[in-house]
């Protein structure tokens, strides 16, 4: 019923309509639009049985209860779907298994993940699941709590969430035929060969793939198919998913590490992250361990997890820097014998083999950077985060997150323990741990070993000729890396700029050259006489003039990149062996170990590298580190500039 009401002060031809629906106007406007509720549904509704849409008429229908499923579709959608559980698929429908769901007007089937279930009373209703996908799911109830809470925290989509945990060769169904041989029942009385014995014998405990009975038994397919053909076997083809790859497990070996006395500063360490709780859903907690260079933080880290293996679960170590990952897999592989390694670099069935092995349970340790700490691990018991405080650990493209953060949480979850490890902790790690209470703080003032920290000494760059500019190398630099080479020791230099010349600029207006795409200066790259963009990737030629029109001045360089640092040593120490490490040079996956390796094999001097050389490798023979521009970090537009 529609009601005119001429608001106030209103002129003549306003009319504000108040509309106002009753129960009767309702039914009849069902019955104009060819849903007319008819009379054989309001006489099962008085005998006692429910209908399906007449609950939403609570003096005509009842409400009605069934099994109802929470789906995060794979949609740019924040909102979770719930769906109807049809009770022919409800004994397949877990948390963590893959649906196919009727979405929009048009009900268009879309995957998604379940990620919860359960039984409930409708408040609306609910379109059934279409159907179970047979892919493979690593999804556990405790990794979708995850997922829904890092979706919500950080304003991210369910979906992108899921795709992050989950790779695309986990996510699509994939199903093996498995040929399995069982007995017909028919053998008793009947004469066999010795061969065909061994068969039925290896078939008596019940049915078994093909290959194993052929394997265990010793005989050729042809007495199968003689067994199968007489009918005393039958062959059935079954699809499942297929079986986790075996694990390349190691056996661990012994070393000097093992025979460490701890100090007593490293052993109350460990004590406190080891101590046995009263309860096993009381074991959660957060540790900062606060030490210097060379404490002996690594140390710890494994020791603990040597506890948590001895109780029968597993742990997660997260490095900041695929470089660094690799390294840490080589010395933690000598102590351990399954140790598995997750990063952004491995080749998606690589990647899914690490993960079904994971789950599977056939692996203790588990190393990586970031995105490891969605690793499926059933039995989690330890979070280990190495140089916490690095930027490294934040996702920057969808779906953002912090990997030390969310290892906390995923901590808190599975009530375990999250040790992070750092020389110089993050402002809020430290105010979490000094002030606010919420984490405890474990120190390590001392290094290992009784040695001393190294003596660190600020030089101040050469004035800048006139026509060369300012050279990278200062003349103490250049003199230490002469006595450096003499020794037969190594260096390691450190510039955190990438390319030859950071920008150009016109002489006469002060036009930059800019990237179109995201507006940043692109960088001169004398190796390819490219102009790079190091944000978005976009690539041009070097120009000439200015790109103003009505310029056309001529360009002059400013800054000095890595390539530029690899031109003036090779001018200036032409007998050193020079490796360079960024992300031009290294471009394959097993580009960083490699070059890792040859540095340690001492088949390179001087190693320069951008910020993946300045993430905690250690190899003896250095004796020089050079940090050069440190101070052009503290005009980066980032607020943490000071405290980095």
Not at 93 to 115: D, F, Q, S
Not at 119 to 125: F, N
Not at 534 to 557: F, I, K, T, V
Not at 597 to 623: S, Y
Request: charged share 25%; aromatic share 4%; with cysteine.
């Amino acid at each position: 019923m529609c009601t005119p009401v001429r608001s106030r002060g209103a002129s003549e031809n306003t009319v504000r309509y108040s509309i106002r629906f009753t129960l009767r106007d309702v039914r009849t406007a069902a019955c104009r639009c060819g849903r007319r509720v008819r009379d054989a549904e309001l006489a099962q509704v008085k005998m006692g049985r429910t209908s399906d849409q007449l609950w939403l008429l609570p003096s005509e229908g009842e409400a009605r209860e069934g099994m109802l499923a929470d789906v995060a579709l794979r949609l740019p959608t924040h909102r979770i779907h719930t769906y109807a559980v049809p009770d022919e698929i409800a004994s397949q429908v877990r948390v963590g298994a893959t649906l196919r769901v009727p979405y929009g007007p048009a009900k268009r089937p879309v995957e998604g993940w379940c990620v919860g279930i359960g039984r409930g009373v409708w408040t609306h209703t609910h379109r059934p699941v279409l159907e179970v996908l047979a892919g493979e799911s690593i999804l556990t109830e405790p990794l979708a709590e995850l997922a829904l809470w890092v979706a919500d925290y950080y304003a991210a989509r369910p979906g992108d969430v899921l795709d992050a945990m989950i790779p695309t060769p986990l996510r699509a169904p994939r199903r093996v035929k498995v040929r399995r041989l069982a007995l017909t029942g028919e053998a008793d009385g009947r004469r066999v060969t010795s061969r065909q014995q061994a068969v039925l014998d290896a078939l008596r405990a019940g049915a078994r793939p093909r290959g194993e009975v052929l394997a265990g038994s010793g005989v050729s397919p042809a007495v199968v198919g003689a067994l199968i053909r007489r009918g005393l076997v039958r062959e059935d083809v079954v699809e499942s998913a297929p079986p986790a790859p075996p694990l390349e497990a190691g056996e661990p070996t012994p070393c000097a590490e093992d025979e460490y006395r701890l100090t007593n500063a490293q052993a109350a360490a460990l004590e406190a992250i080891t101590a046995v709780p009263s309860d096993e859903t009381d074991a959660f907690g957060v540790y900062l361990l606060f030490g210097v260079p060379g404490s002996g933080k690594t140390e710890v880290y494994v020791r603990a997890i040597r506890e948590q293996l001895a109780r029968g679960r597993q742990a997660i170590v997260l490095v900041p820097e695929i470089a660094l990952a690799t390294q840490v897999v080589q010395r933690l592989a000598k102590r351990f014998a399954r140790v598995a390694v997750l990063h952004s670099r491995l080749t998606p069935k690589a990647r899914a083999d690490s993960l079904r092995q994971i789950a599977a349970g056939m692996v203790d340790v588990v190393i990586g950077t970031r995105t490891a700490v969605f690793a499926p691990t059933p039995r989690l018991g330890l979070i280990v985060v190495d140089e916490e405080q690095d930027d490294s650990f934040k996702n920057i493209a969808a779906p953002f997150y912090h990997a030390r953060d969310v290892a906390i949480k995923r901590a808190q979850i599975e009530h375990a323990r999250v040790v992070l490890g750092s020389a110089t902790p993050a402002l809020e790690t430290w105010f979490n741990a000094t002030e606010a209470g919420r984490y405890r703080l474990l120190r390590l003032p001392q290094r290992a070993g009784g040695a001393r920290l190294p003596r660190v000494e600020l030089v101040a760059p050469e004035e800048p000729s006139r026509d060369a500019g300012r050279p990278l190398i200062s003349p103490r630099l250049r003199t230490e890396l002469t006595r450096v080479l003499a020794s037969r020791r190594q260096a390691i230099l450190l510039h955190n700029r990438r390319g030859y010349d950071v920008f150009l600029r016109c002489a006469e207006c002060g036009l930059l050259v800019q990237c179109k795409r995201c507006g940043t200066h692109l960088i001169y790259h004398r190796t390819e006489r490219l102009m790079k963009c190091h944000r978005c990737g976009a690539r041009r030629a070097q120009p000439r003039h200015c790109l103003d029109d009505s310029c056309r001045g001529p360009l002059e360089r400013f800054g000095a990149g890595i390539q530029r640092l690899e031109e003036e040593i090779n001018a200036a120490l032409p007998q050193a062996r020079i490796l360079r490490l960024d992300s031009d040079t290294m471009k394959r996956r097993e580009h960083y170990a490699e070059a890792l390796a040859r540095f340690e094999r001492h088949e390179a001097d001087i190693m320069l590298g951008t910020q993946m050389v300045a993430k905690g490798l250690d190899f003896p023979n250095v004796a020089l580190v050079g940090v050069l521009e440190a101070d052009a970090a503290l005009s980066m537009p980032d607020f943490r500039a000071a405290e980095r």
